[in-house]
């Protein structure tokens, strides 16, 4: 029995795959794992108690279960749901869309996967185009959607140090060259790995950029605004024309039910519903069903505004002060926490690679993800992609302490290991 | 602002997105529509009241909504799930299956997407291999899956008439032939769209045609057993190494919970556990969660059985002879409903194609699909594609008797029109 090229590709092993195997096998394992390498949103208590209610209230109300769960939503999603999103974003975020605009999808991945599809790849002309990242490291989930072909060209960023501990990357305009193979311009914010949060006026310099090259500006919001809208620094969102917009209910805290959003011009928008219905026929109706009354009356928002971002906020801070506990006088600078779940560690001049001190986490137990893995389309060495990791900060808060105290331990060793082989 | 050639595609408007927003449109609309058209599953009571139970059940149990909800499951799909379903394939159904054989997607389209682009398409020698369709007509989903590259080769059936008003389709096995560029042999069974179900021997002999040439044998059971089960004549179900059988929670009556379950030997599960990671990141949580203790105390076989199979085979009875009625002389024969949730009528020598009569069937309020629609990889032309259309028989029975009023005028209607005209 043979595969094909996309099955020997599928076979030879992904990066995103066995990042999500690892959280699985530790979430089921019998050892007790710390678990800092996945996405899983944090359990915040105030947070599942609304989601519990809304599930309440929706098995209470006639036959809206039985609706949700017995008739597929159509390829765009859920009519109700669509509008009252439309609504939330002209009247509470001063965006200017209409139903045709929205489109649901089977979560962030699912939108990526056909948005990428639709601006690289083969073009009828016989070119080929690829998406631009204008700032890597970026998320490593993007990495495989190519299936194998190469999709992206990437651009190192500038560095700016911030006291002993701290530095920031920014898009290097200097660098950044849009040629005219590039089918679309694609950037998350906050960043994932980094925690980074583009500036309004990074963004708008991107989106200036895209419209002087007729190509449209992607905006993975999954972190941010206007829901779950983890962002620390006092940033703007919008939405026009030549933007996609890509939002998600699982940093709300649904990973589980699968729900992305884009927001795009309306021919787009149709595409990804034709891409929804060849690809998975309709996206699943519990998320949407689940959160329409909050977006209705937009409770969402005082959500996110009130208690995620501020929980997260809180974590972070707390997460910094363990690292700079465990690894005392040893080479570690944090990304400015700006957003997102994560902590972005750069160990300069690190002896070992990401990916070996990885796995020696692992053995230790302790999940992080290597940083070497997130700069998809950038061709050049450069060292620092194998001297930095993501580590989340989510889950159980006693747990991440263990584990960044073992990381300390860990990045002593690999120092020190380095150190006495050179005496 | 241009587009991929897959975006293009997309653009180009396909069968099954045709389908699904007519059927949303026709759910969401302000006109009375008959829906006659989509796949939908009925609304039985018994059934109902069981997802709603099993649905208070889960949230009364500790915090199993909240982990259901708040965390990813694993890109193979849950492993409690997975581990119950394992071992009731074994002890109910006598196969001989490891956990290891299970993957959980987002519904059977997704599962479809997957599979068909494993075994087709372009291949590392550089030959390119399709899919043989052993009996066409097949399921209209499956068309658009290449994206605009033929994936399929199908045959014409043979066709045996029963009576005046029945005839049923058969493999012609004197016809089919397998070629060297055959990556893999899929068929529905029972065959969405006519309710053919494969005999037993008919599936062997598909079975040692795939053994014989070292491809898979890919089963969509999408209607069929173990569960939902919808199948009226006494068959056996099976699995081997070679065999790769598709199931799905939504003929069950869960379709908006978007669930599908593949079973096929290891090498198969985790490129499709790729295959979801990289398309998106995981399958959703709510399916598996739901029916996992029907699973385990095997409830879920005596619900197809016992009320599921009983309810469309009746329901199945009294459309039929609505529709001996409705059409009075003129010609129409249905195939054999031996299950699934459809009728295929058959109206010979139908003086329009079977497109044309949907659209003035869609005048009328009545959606069903047309026939032509159904022959993806059929090259040759057949008058037989024209002449047939897919009716469900799934939905409220007031409304159903009332469309299948309608057909019978516009069937009347077409071979009038056509009779007066060489009059």
Redesign the interface.
């Known amino acids: 029995?043979?595969?094909?090229?996309?099955?020997?590709f599928?076979?030879s092993?992904?990066g995103?795959?066995t990042?999500?195997?690892d959280?699985?096998?530790a979430?089921?394992g019998s050892t007790q794992m710390h678990l800092l390498g996945?996405?899983?949103?944090a359990?915040i208590p105030q947070v599942?108690k609304v989601?519990?209610e809304a599930?309440?209230a929706l098995?209470a109300q006639d036959d809206r279960?039985?609706?949700?769960?017995?008739?597929?939503?159509?390829?765009?999603g859920d009519?109700r749901f669509i509008h009252n999103l439309a609504h939330l974003l002209n009247t509470h975020c001063g965006w200017n869309v209409t139903p045709a605009n929205i489109v649901v999808t089977?979560?962030?991945?699912?939108s990526f996967?056909a948005l990428f599809?639709?601006?690289?790849?083969?073009?009828?002309s016989g070119d080929a185009?690829r998406i631009l990242l204008p700032l890597a490291p970026e998320y490593i989930?993007y990495a495989?959607?190519g299936?194998g072909q190469q999709l992206f060209r990437a651009f190192r960023p500038a560095i700016t140090l911030h006291g002993d501990r701290e530095f920031k990357y920014h898009v290097d305009f200097d660098r950044l060259t849009v040629t005219p193979d590039i089918?679309a311009i694609a950037v998350s914010r906050p960043t994932n790995p980094t925690g980074n949060v583009l500036t309004d006026s990074e963004v708008a310099h991107l989106r200036q950029l895209a419209v002087e090259n007729?190509?449209?500006l992607i905006l993975d919001s999954a972190y941010g605004g206007p829901f779950p809208n983890i962002v620390f620094p006092e940033v703007t969102t919008f939405w026009d024309e030549?933007t996609i917009t890509c939002l998600s209910l699982?940093k709300l805290?649904?990973?589980?039910?699968?729900t992305g959003i884009i927001v795009a011009?309306e021919?787009i928008a149709?595409?990804?519903?034709?891409?929804n219905?060849?690809?998975?026929?309709?996206?699943?109706?519990?998320g949407p069903a689940?959160i329409t009354d909050m977006i209705s009356d937009a409770s969402i928002l005082s959500l996110s505004n009130d208690v995620i971002r501020p929980y997260y906020r809180e974590r972070a801070k707390q997460a910094v002060s363990w690292i700079e506990a465990a690894v005392g006088d040893y080479p570690c600078r944090i990304h400015t926490p700006e957003g997102a779940i994560f902590l972005w560690l750069w160990f300069e001049g690190l002896p070992i690679t990401s990916e070996e001190l990885y796995q020696r986490l692992k053995q230790r137990g302790v999940l992080v993800i290597a940083g070497e893995h997130f700069f998809p389309g950038l061709g050049e060495t450069w060292d620092h992609r194998q001297e930095c990791i993501r580590i989340s900060y989510a889950q159980d808060p006693a747990s991440v302490e263990t584990g960044i105290g073992i990381i300390g331990e860990e990045i002593a060793r690999a120092f020190d290991g380095a150190n006495s082989k050179c005496a």
Chains 1, 2 share one sequence.
């Open positions: 029995m043979q595969f094909s090229r996309f099955g020997e599928l076979n092993g992904s995103i795959l990042l999500m195997e959280i699985d096998q979430l089921c996945g996405g899983n949103p359990r599942q989601f519990r599930m309440t098995m279960f039985e609706r949700l769960a017995g008739d597929y939503d159509g390829p765009q009519t089977n979560g962030s991945q699912s996967f599809h639709l601006f690289a790849g083969d073009w009828a185009r989930g495989d959607v299936l089918g007729d190509i449209p030549n699982s805290g649904l990973p589980g039910l699968r011009k021919k149709k595409a990804i519903a034709a891409a219905a060849i690809l998975s026929l309709a996206p699943g109706s519990v689940l």
